[in-house]
């Protein structure tokens, strides 16, 4: 059986794919879909551990220094 703290980090990496994908798309599909990523994932920020955040906020950093 899968516990919380696996789904979580399922659903995080899951998140972190979304946003690598969404870098790859044209910029006029870029600036309608960061903002809803960004929405998704600050209510997906509430739901994480400490550890699991710091990775989160890592990745997408690193996601959105890309896309400037």
């Known amino acids: 059986m899968t516990d919380s703290s696996e789904l979580q980090g399922e659903i995080t990496a899951l998140c972190c794919f979304v946003g690598a994908l969404a870098s790859t798309l044209p910029l006029s599909s870029q600036m309608r879909l960061w903002p809803a990523f960004e929405q998704k994932a600050s209510q997906l920020r509430d739901q994480l551990s400490q550890e699991a ?7 997408t950093i690193s996601l959105s220094s890309k896309r400037g």
């Open 53 to 59: 955040l710091r990775g989160f906020e890592l990745a």
